[in-house]
């Protein structure tokens, strides 16, 4: 009975890189949720997906940032050509429906751009 | 742009009880309110939720006034454990948004 599970659990990345960050929800959890959490500050909201359809996308940035969970395998949050202000804690979350559970969140994948 | 409004920190005695309010003066008909908590730099952790009644788990208890224009989180015996970060937020269908939550600090 694993809960959300994430990888990598630290991730250093070079400016001009690509980050991918991997997030398997509980089994028979249907919604996933990513987050960001800068240092010393909250939990950002990034986007919500069902299976295979991005349902809100309005906390992603516009450019660099796509995010995918596909029928089979892993949600995948992508970051092209990362920054220095990309370096944050990446969370995932999920959930088996909308309304009656509360999310649980994965342990996080704390990346670091050098 | 959280819905709610928290204080910045608490301070509680071990063993003591600790009650964290939270304000959701423009909460919806139809929008529930979560509480989370995020221990150090550990993904949150969900506690309780509830939309009308008071809720209360192994965890927790939630109290939602009859106006559901505030609520207030329950530990009824606070360790050192509990020190963290309390979120409360309202959720309509898609927004789970954190604000910047009450820090807890339980003392000895």
């Known amino acids: 009975n694993a809960g959300v599970m994430q990888n990598p659990r630290h991730l250093v990345r070079r400016r001009g890189q690509e980050a991918r960050l991997r997030c398997s929800p509980m089994?028979?959890?249907?919604?996933v949720y990513w987050y960001r959490q800068l240092p010393e500050e909250g939990l950002k909201f990034m986007v919500y997906?069902?299976?295979?359809?991005?349902?809100?996308e309005s906390g992603m940035p516009k450019e660099r940032f796509s995010a995918e969970f596909p029928k089979e395998g892993p949600s995948i949050l992508r970051i092209q050509q990362v920054v220095r202000g990309d370096s944050a804690a990446y969370f995932c979350?999920?959930?088996?429906?909308?309304?009656?559970?509360?999310?649980?969140f994965g342990s996080g994948t704390r990346l670091t751009v050098v | 742009d959280a819905k709610t409004t928290q204080p910045p920190s608490m301070d509680c005695a071990e063993g003591r009880a600790a009650n964290l309010p939270c304000n959701h003066s423009?909460?919806?008909?139809?929008?529930?309110v979560y509480w989370y908590r995020q221990i150090h730099s550990q993904g949150p952790q969900y506690i309780i939720h509830?939309?009308?009644n008071n809720e209360t788990n192994e965890m927790a208890s939630l109290i939602i006034t009859e106006d559901r224009k505030s609520s207030t989180l329950i530990l009824p015996h606070a360790t050192l454990r509990d020190t963290a970060v309390y979120y409360c937020?309202?959720?309509?269908?898609?927004?789970?948004?954190f604000g910047a939550g009450t820090r807890l600090t339980v003392k000895p």
């Open positions: 997906l069902q299976k295979e359809n991005i349902i809100d």
């Open positions: 423009t909460i919806s008909g139809n929008e529930y």
């Open positions: 979350a999920s959930s088996p429906t909308r309304r009656d559970y509360g999310y649980t």
């Open positions: 509830g939309l009308k």
């Open positions: 937020i309202v959720d309509n269908n898609n927004d789970m948004r």
């Open positions: 089994k028979g959890h249907s919604h």
